[in-house]
């Protein structure tokens, strides 16, 4: 029997490594579009800053690591056609050849793409692209070339559109080489999936590392400078009208990704939510013997059902289960609840669940009602103690918690309590269980109350509601 992963990111190394370690005798293959399997694709900010020296580093494992499990990893070849009646794959090879790979098995791991918004010089016959300064970010590739960029040109100034994860995390990036950025976000606050109040501290952290941030600001056009001088002239226009120009030696295109889905939709697999190819709980497709994993793929949320979210780790998570159930298994995505974290500068930004926006829009019957508070994240007579900005949000009738953003220090661990919030969520706990948790205490790292605790106390004292579920 023959598995045939497709894509060597989280969720096809993830299902061919599980299928390896449950079925040896079962033949797999990876087919990876280049010459990086398995690397980090979450860890490009962090080379292209200087923080991991060597690229060699981003990888979770090395083609040897890979192939000493017994797995088939084919580098830059490329799946074309999937022949679903004959369960192949056809695939462009290395020197440019066709060849035929047998399944009996199949698992899509195609992941996304990113999004080239309706800019002027972006798109069209002759858009601006690398060899110009102009990137975006989503694969080895794509930061070897912002590296060579960076090399060979040496740029003083950046222009960052979007101010999402990746574009935050670049921000500091650029700066960490000694490179001037201005940041440009058409929302009306930076890292738009958090509420605006907590984006503003983010908003505030940016400047005061010396990022210049134009939020209400749209990018129109991104053109070679005139007169023959060198770099690229940045038009913008805010939400009020006005108009305005920006010189940059370098632009960054992070405004989002979308499913990278051709490969399944030719072959005539439904798509669902976002255009992500629609999967079970099981992670099969509508297609016969095929499965789908990670950012090309529909992902379960535990709370609003089939929805789509990019993130490494639901790859990693659903790569697993289908690698499992592709070589007879019956395992199910128990569902993500878009637990997500960000480092900018020393602030760390942390969210899980649903927001309240989110809560209301889902038709689950909810009254959402979300409650903000600040917190110590230990106790203040132990020196360095710094703020928590907490906003909890939870159903004001059954008062099960819904969701959790959290802004603090680096120092602060946030994710460690994000976390612990998402874990209740993902336990179904009504806000007032929280202060029943068993959470560690020690002055220099927490208080009897933690932050989180505190944080759920004051949605209670906020938020009269009915006695909490009982389980």
């Not at 929805?307 to 990693?316: E, F, K, Q, V």
Request: glycine fraction near 10%; charged fraction near 20%.
């Amino acid at each position: 029997m023959h598995l045939v992963a497709v894509g060597g990111s989280d969720a096809g190394i993830s299902a061919a490594l599980r299928a390896r370690e449950l079925a040896p005798d079962w033949d797999v293959s990876v087919l990876v579009a280049d010459a990086y399997p398995n690397f980090s694709i979450c860890g490009l900010p962090y080379y292209l800053s200087g923080d991991v020296p060597r690229w060699h580093d981003l990888a979770h494992r090395t083609l040897a690591d890979l192939q000493v499990t017994g797995m088939q990893v084919r580098t830059d070849t490329r799946a074309t056609r999937i022949d679903v009646t004959g369960h192949r794959v056809e695939v462009a090879t290395p020197d440019g050849s066709a060849d035929v790979v047998p399944y009996d098995r199949l698992v899509i791991g195609t992941g996304a793409l990113s999004t080239i918004p309706p800019i002027a010089g972006l798109r069209g016959t002759d858009p601006l692209g690398p060899d110009h300064g102009v990137h975006t970010l989503r694969s080895m590739a794509d930061a070897h070339a912002v590296m060579k960029t960076i090399e060979t040109q040496d740029p003083r100034t950046a222009v960052i559109i979007g101010a999402g994860y990746i574009g935050l995390e670049m921000a500091e990036a650029f700066v960490a080489r000694g490179i001037r950025v201005t940041q440009v976000e058409a929302l009306p606050e930076v890292l738009p999936t958090l509420d605006p109040e907590l984006g503003a501290l983010v908003h505030h952290e940016l400047e005061s590392h010396g990022v210049e941030v134009r939020t209400h600001t749209t990018v129109t056009a991104v053109e070679r400078r005139s007169s023959g001088a060198s770099g690229l002239s940045v038009s913008t226009v805010r939400s009020s009208g006005e108009r305005g120009t920006v010189s940059a030696d370098i632009v960054l295109v992070v405004v989002g990704v979308r499913p990278d889905t051709q490969l399944a939709r030719d072959a005539g697999a439904s798509l669902g939510v976002k255009g992500a190819i629609q999967v079970d709980e099981h992670m099969a497709t509508t297609l016969p013997d095929v499965y789908a994993a990670g950012d090309c793929a529909v992902t379960l949320h535990r709370l609003l059902g089939d929805t789509w979210l990019p993130l490494g780790t639901t790859a990693h998570k659903q790569g697993r289960i289908a690698g499992e159930n592709a070589i007879g298994g019956n395992r199910r995505f128990a569902g993500s609840l878009g637990t997500q974290v960000v480092k900018v500068f020393d602030l760390v930004a942390a969210r899980t669940g649903l927001r309240d926006h989110e809560a209301a829009a889902a038709a689950m019957g909810w009254s959402p009602r979300t409650v903000a508070t600040t917190a110590d994240d230990h106790k203040r007579y132990y020196p360095g103690a710094s703020a928590i900005d907490l906003r909890v949000t939870g159903d004001s009738v059954s008062g099960l918690l819904l969701g959790a953003q959290l802004v603090g220090h680096r120092s602060a661990e946030i994710s460690k309590r994000v976390d612990t919030l998402a874990t209740a969520i993902f336990h179904d706990m009504p806000v007032e269980e929280i202060s029943d948790l068993d959470l560690s205490y020690t002055p220099p790292l927490g208080s009897p109350w933690d932050a989180v605790q505190m944080a759920a106390q004051a949605w209670v004292q906020a938020s009269p509601h009915d006695p909490p579920l009982t389980h």
